[in-house]
């Protein structure tokens, strides 16, 4: 089953557009209490790179019906490529997150061992320097490789359209910065977004399952 019928499996089940970012410590304990609002858990280096991937591997092999994508945004030549992604496949994710600006060749070579989630945009104010110029040139490239998931920002509804013309039903579109970062709930999703990405405005809560809960009541996916 590739990434995004999983992904959508699992949204239409519990009626959720809201992936989880997983990016700290304090977020695992958390993970538990959310667990029904969310479509997806994605976790990040900054979290890997704390706890190590074996206790990575524990918090996967903990939930066996959850989505998990691994956000290490992989950016290097092929062969490195290739490793990272066949040891993310080992610690049990679904798919990982791959930078569009490395080429075909780099990307391909992560899709020999995972479903790959195509970083054609970016959240962060310094995307519009260089890789926000080059958003329609990745967006070919996802078309090319059969990508089935590509990263568009919240924070910036125009390039979700654009994102969505090119694209249309090959590819569905994870939307992070919504939240702490400025992007208003369920605004990437009238844009085109299928999934609205959150974390810290989750962790950082008094109360992250009462936050989570009322956020997964305006991220429905079935309306």
């Given at each position: 089953?590739?990434f995004s019928?999983?992904?959508?499996k699992r949204?239409a089940?519990?009626?959720?557009?809201?992936?989880?970012?997983?990016?700290?410590e304090?977020?695992?304990a958390?993970?538990d209490?959310?667990y029904?609002?969310i479509a997806?858990c994605?976790?990040?280096r900054t979290?890997?790179?704390?706890?190590?991937?074996?206790e990575?591997?524990?918090i996967?092999?903990q939930?066996?019906?959850?989505?998990?994508?691994a956000?290490?945004?992989?950016?290097d030549i092929?062969h490195?490529?290739?490793v990272l992604?066949?040891?993310?496949k080992?610690?049990?994710f679904?798919?990982?997150?791959?930078q569009?600006?490395?080429g075909?060749?780099?990307?391909?070579a992560v899709?020999?061992n995972?479903?790959?989630i195509l970083?054609v945009a970016?959240s962060?104010e310094?995307a519009?320097?260089f890789?926000?110029?080059?958003?329609k040139k990745f967006?070919?490239l996802?078309?090319?490789?059969n990508i089935?998931?590509?990263v568009?920002p919240a924070?910036r509804?125009?390039?979700?359209?654009?994102?969505?013309k090119?694209?249309k039903?090959?590819?569905i579109?994870?939307?992070?910065g919504?939240?702490?970062?400025?992007?208003?709930?369920g605004?990437a999703?009238k844009n085109?977004?299928?999934?609205e990405?959150l974390?810290?405005t989750?962790y950082?809560?008094?109360n992250?399952?009462?936050?989570a809960?009322?956020?997964?009541?305006k991220l429905p996916?079935k309306?």
């Amino acid at each position: 089953m590739k990434f995004s019928e999983k992904i959508l499996k699992r949204a239409a089940e519990i009626n959720s557009r809201m992936i989880f970012n997983l990016d700290v410590e304090k977020g695992i304990a958390i993970l538990d209490e959310i667990y029904p609002y969310i479509a997806a858990c994605k976790i990040n280096r900054t979290l890997t790179d704390i706890i190590g991937m074996n206790e990575i591997k524990r918090i996967i092999e903990q939930y066996p019906d959850m989505v998990f994508i691994a956000d290490f945004k992989i950016a290097d030549i092929p062969h490195t490529n290739e490793v990272l992604s066949k040891n993310a496949k080992q610690l049990g994710f679904d798919a990982i997150t791959a930078q569009a600006f490395v080429g075909s060749d780099a990307v391909m070579a992560v899709q020999k061992n995972l479903d790959v989630i195509l970083v054609v945009a970016m959240s962060h104010e310094g995307a519009k320097e260089f890789i926000s110029k080059n958003t329609k040139k990745f967006c070919e490239l996802a078309l090319n490789l059969n990508i089935d998931a590509v990263v568009a920002p919240a924070t910036r509804t125009e390039e979700i359209k654009t994102v969505k013309k090119i694209l249309k039903a090959q590819a569905i579109i994870l939307s992070p910065g919504v939240g702490i970062q400025g992007g208003n709930f369920g605004d990437a999703i009238k844009n085109g977004a299928d999934f609205e990405m959150l974390g810290r405005t989750i962790y950082d809560a008094k109360n992250p399952a009462e936050i989570a809960k009322e956020i997964y009541e305006k991220l429905p996916f079935k309306k």
